[in-house]
């Protein structure tokens, strides 16, 4: 069965860094589009940024492009977010997701979701 | 604020029939597919509707999707407390290059 299982979050201090990881299991990784989307405490979802399958193919939300990098290792059944320069703004639950259409919105699986807090 | 308006609450009585719109534009929704999502507070979104009006296999099909021009709706039909949860309209927006989310609508089964 499909699993995405995300970690790397926890408690940050403004200014700071931090990576996130999510492991894929149970489809072939490689074949689908792959997004970051969080959720502060309280409000609505956030796409982050997403990463075409051969990671060639890669966008950004406003809100931290230059500051957050999405990646991919296809061999690892992985995918990562490089989180520098963070700031409080940036507390949320971080969700992997994938994109089973390559059409960009149309996340079918989601993991369980890793906490950042910046403070 | 979010590039697409949702209503911030609806309620019915189950039973009934509600529906949940969502508003956007010309770079979004009119020329891209919409996609709903279902999020029981403290659990991960679940896909409801994608491409505007299909449903992912067990979804039953109580729920449905529909769009015309610039807006998208999301409807439910003989309402389930367990329908309770907060739900989510999204799609690509060829401008921003970016995929935009409402800002969800939590919808009570009174």
């Known amino acids: 069965q499909v699993q995405l299982v995300e970690s790397g979050g926890g408690l940050v201090k403004p200014g700071g860094s931090l990576r996130l990881s999510c492991a894929a299991s149970g489809f072939i990784f490689s074949d689908y589009y792959m997004s970051w989307i969080r959720q502060a405490p309280g409000k609505g979802l956030e796409w982050v940024s997403y990463?075409?399958?051969?990671?060639?193919?890669?966008y950004y939300a406003d809100s931290v492009e230059g500051r957050f990098t999405i990646s991919r290792d296809n061999a690892k059944n992985s995918l990562y977010l490089q989180m520098n320069s963070l700031r409080a703004e940036d507390t949320a639950v971080y969700y992997c997701?994938?994109?089973?259409?390559?059409?960009?919105?149309?996340?079918?699986?989601w993991g369980q979701g890793t906490l950042v807090t910046v403070s | 604020q979010s590039v697409l308006t949702q209503p911030p609450s609806v309620s019915a009585a189950p039973g009934q029939k509600v529906t949940i719109s969502c508003s956007g534009s010309?770079?979004?929704?009119?020329?891209?597919?919409v996609s709903w999502y279902q999020q029981v507070p403290g659990t991960a979104p679940k896909l409801l509707i994608y491409e505007n009006n299909k449903r992912p296999s067990g979804i039953p099909d109580r729920f449905s999707g529909s769009k015309s021009g610039t807006s998208a709706t999301l409807g439910i039909t003989g309402l389930q407390t367990g329908d309770e949860a907060d739900y989510y309209c999204?799609?690509?927006?060829?401008?921003?290059?970016?995929?935009?989310f409402g800002g969800g609508t939590k919808l009570t089964a009174l």
């Open positions: 999204g799609t690509w927006d060829s401008s921003l290059r970016a995929v935009v």
């Open positions: 990463t075409s399958s051969s990671g060639s193919v890669i």
């Open positions: 997701a994938r994109d089973f259409l390559g059409a960009a919105a149309d996340f079918d699986y």
């Open positions: 010309s770079s979004n929704i009119r020329h891209n597919y």
